[in-house]
């Protein structure tokens, strides 16, 4: 009679005896069993006749081959008997996971035979949180996959079938594990069930050429059968979605249609044809987004109502929302392929089909992150982009590349901006919110951030070069270079508010609080607070100095003139438009016809070519130099002498006489009690 190893003896034999009471079958007291055991197929009546009788079993047995051939679902018993082979068993599977092989349960892969009952039996029979494997080949289906519940639906792997600029460029488009549609308006793949967790990875989705581009439904739906709030429950929950290819859906439809998902990741999912993707929520009382969507590809080529990316909340009342998605370098590229015959010419798209449409509603879709985003669009398609409105919240963020000729919107003065260019870089909340050039910098809140269409254009500072419509401009400072149109090239300002407004010109310098503000045209240099900050129209005019340049008048005279030069506070600010190639140098200076010169605090020479040096002295006469400060100056002149009443006590006058054909020197001086003497002397 068999027994247990005793412990304490039976040293060196415990094996032996183990081995013999393993091998007898025993009563749940340990007792051995006195019943005759049945094998069938060797003529034994226990386990020890019926090992002798089979003798060594080789790994070449016929007996075995079942067993190691997953495909022939059935084992052979050591002892005759056959039975169906456990899923279990099925492949290099880990422990407890439960594969099912879709050619299990009869589909072929040939591309000819419909394959959908397998597949879907092959669904149907798998539990809650299994998984059905479609090995490679091509299913044609003539009907929609219903998943009802939670699984993991995969593949052996999917790539395109060579790749021009959009998609894959030959027949039969995607190669490796491949779900072929063949029904007309009808989706490839939908998930029913409320809040399952259905994981896709690794396999293609292609429409069929009689319907491709034209007549498809989704490639994938994910519409709940339940409702809830006047809509559907949640949805898809707990999923995560990667390498899916979807070719061939029509412009009506979406490779992925995702209504009322919470909590998902989608990586590197890629779609030819249609809109890429569509999330819904069209419940007033649930929330759904939570959304991670990582490097998702497509390529808009046809023409119908679907957008790119597209977000769709509902309207109305309630506790509801679509929101908290992430998006990592979404990419879309939409061309016209209408003269594609590779494609079968399918309408290019329309201008009413958004690259990225973020719909309107009381639950507009928000707290969109969006992280580096390449859309682009060709240059005869003005397709619009629309990130949300002011109140959404939705962020974009900088380094990506938004190219089209339509508009775009993104109006919310609190988000990191639009990159709406190449090689770009803004730092800071609405920085490059609206640039379009390429090569631009921004640094700080709302930097480079409307309306900036040029190259090479660096900005720094709060709202600093906030319109500038051309290239090679720098704005460094709170406001600089910031308002109307900075349409100019190669000016720099620095200083808040300098050349902030219609800075039209190019080359322009502007250096100093409010200096330089209304710039129209070119080569002017402004340094100083509020210098040259009036209407500057002309060209070549250097204003340094606090003021310089400004007209202080009611009536706020413009500068329209050239080459001029003011220097010093508050110099040359009642400067009249026509005084061109002027010289206002010290505080106050000041100087109103061509060519005229004042040099001095409060110098004023004021006509066509007069001088003016000295604190305080004027002349009004011109060609004439006065020198001198304060009251007591010369004037210098070639012309007639002056009327007694131009000259102010205690002031003379040098001029040259030649009359009578003898040079003589005159002076005329009025004393300080008003009295004037004349002298002269002869000139040999």
């Known amino acids: 009679m068999s027994r247990l190893p005793n412990p304490g003896s039976d040293d060196g034999t415990w094996g032996g005896i183990l081995n013999d009471f393993l091998t007898q079958e025993h009563n749940p007291d340990g007792t051995q069993k006195t019943l005759p055991l049945t094998k069938g197929g060797t003529g034994a009546t226990n386990a020890p006749t019926a090992r002798t009788n089979l003798g060594t079993i080789s790994s070449s047995d016929s007996r075995l081959t079942d067993a190691r051939t997953p495909a022939a679902h059935k084992t052979t018993h050591a002892t005759g008997g056959t039975d169906a082979l456990a899923p279990a068993d099925i492949g290099a599977v880990?422990?407890?996971e439960l594969v099912l092989n879709v050619k299990d349960y009869g589909a072929v892969g040939n591309g000819t035979t419909d394959d959908t009952a397998a597949i879907q039996a092959a669904i149907t029979a798998c539990p809650t949180d299994g998984r059905v494997f479609i090995p490679r080949g091509t299913y044609k289906l003539t009907a929609a996959l219903t998943i009802p519940g939670s699984l993991t639906l995969f593949g052996d792997g999917v790539s395109s079938v060579g790749f021009d600029s959009c998609g894959p460029s030959a027949a039969p488009w995607l190669a490796g594990s491949v779900l072929l549609q063949t029904a007309?308006?009808?989706?490839c793949i939908q998930i029913t069930g409320t809040v399952p967790t259905v994981n896709l990875h690794d396999f293609g989705i292609v429409f069929d050429t009689p319907i491709r581009f034209t007549n498809t439904g989704h490639g994938i739906n994910t519409q709940p059968t339940a409702t809830y709030g006047g809509g559907h429950t949640i949805g898809l929950m707990h999923s995560t979605w990667e390498n899916v290819q979807v070719f061939g859906h029509d412009g009506n439809h979406y490779a992925r249609y995702i209504v009322n998902a919470l909590l998902n990741t989608f990586t590197n999912m890629r779609s030819y044809g249609g809109g890429v993707v569509i999330y819904i929520q069209d419940s007033a009382v649930i929330i759904s987004g939570n959304t991670v969507d990582i490097n998702p590809y497509g390529c808009l080529f046809v023409a119908g109502t679907a957008h790119a990316y597209a977000f769709s909340g509902i309207s109305g009342t309630g506790a509801g929302g679509l929101n908290l998605f992430t998006f990592i370098?979404?990419?879309?590229?939409?061309?016209?392929?209408?003269?594609?015959?590779?494609?079968?010419?399918?309408?290019?798209?329309t201008v009413a089909q958004y690259m990225w449409q973020v719909a309107a509603g009381a639950f507009e879709s928000t707290a969109i992150s969006v992280l580096d985003p390449d859309l682009e669009a060709d240059d005869s398609l003005a397709h619009p982009v629309n990130f949300g409105s002011a109140t959404s919240g939705n962020i974009v963020r900088p380094g990506g590349l938004v190219s089209t000729n339509g508009a775009i919107t993104n109006p919310n003065q609190d988000m990191v901006g639009i990159i709406a260019t190449t090689r770009v870089t803004a730092i800071g909340v609405s920085a490059g919110r609206k640039t379009t050039g390429s090569f631009n910098t921004g640094f700080g809140r709302l930097a480079l951030a409307a309306n900036v269409t040029g190259d090479t254009n660096t900005a720094v500072g709060d709202q600093a070069l906030t319109a500038s419509t051309t290239g090679n401009n720098t704005a460094v400072g709170a406001a600089a270079l910031a308002a109307q149109a900075a349409s100019g090239t190669g000016n720099t300002a620095v200083g808040a508010n300098a050349m902030a407004l219609a800075a039209g010109g190019s080359y322009n310098v502007a250096v100093g609080q409010q200096s330089l503000q209304s710039v129209t045209d070119s080569r002017n240099v402004a340094v100083g607070g509020q210098a040259l900050n009036a209407q500057v129209g002309a060209t070549d005019n250097v204003a340094v100095g606090y003021n310089a340049g400004v007209t202080v008048t009611s009536a706020n005279a413009t500068t329209t003139a050239i080459a001029q030069t003011i220097v010093g506070a508050n110099a040359g600010q009642a400067t009249s438009a026509q005084s061109n190639e002027i010289v206002a140098i010290g505080y106050h200076a000041l100087c109103t016809g061509g060519g005229a010169i004042a040099l001095g605090s409060q110098a004023q020479a004021t006509a066509g070519g007069a001088v003016a040096i000295g604190n305080l002295v004027t002349t009004a006469v011109g060609n004439q130099i006065a020198l001198?400060?304060?009251?007591?100056?010369?004037?210098?002149k070639t012309a007639a002498a002056p009327a007694d009443a131009a000259l102010a006590a205690s002031q003379f006058t040098l001029w040259l006489d030649a009359t009578n054909g003898a040079a003589k020197l005159m002076v005329k001086a009025k004393q300080a009690d008003g009295t004037v003497k004349t002298a002269s002397v002869a000139l040999a």
Do not use: C, E, F, W
């Open 628 to 636: 001198g400060g304060a009251s007591h100056h010369i004037l210098l």
């Open 184 to 187: 007309a308006a009808t989706d």
């Open 329 to 349: 370098r979404p990419q879309v590229n939409m061309g016209d392929y209408s003269g594609s015959a590779t494609y079968g010419n399918p309408a290019k798209p």
């Open 94 to 96: 880990a422990k407890g």
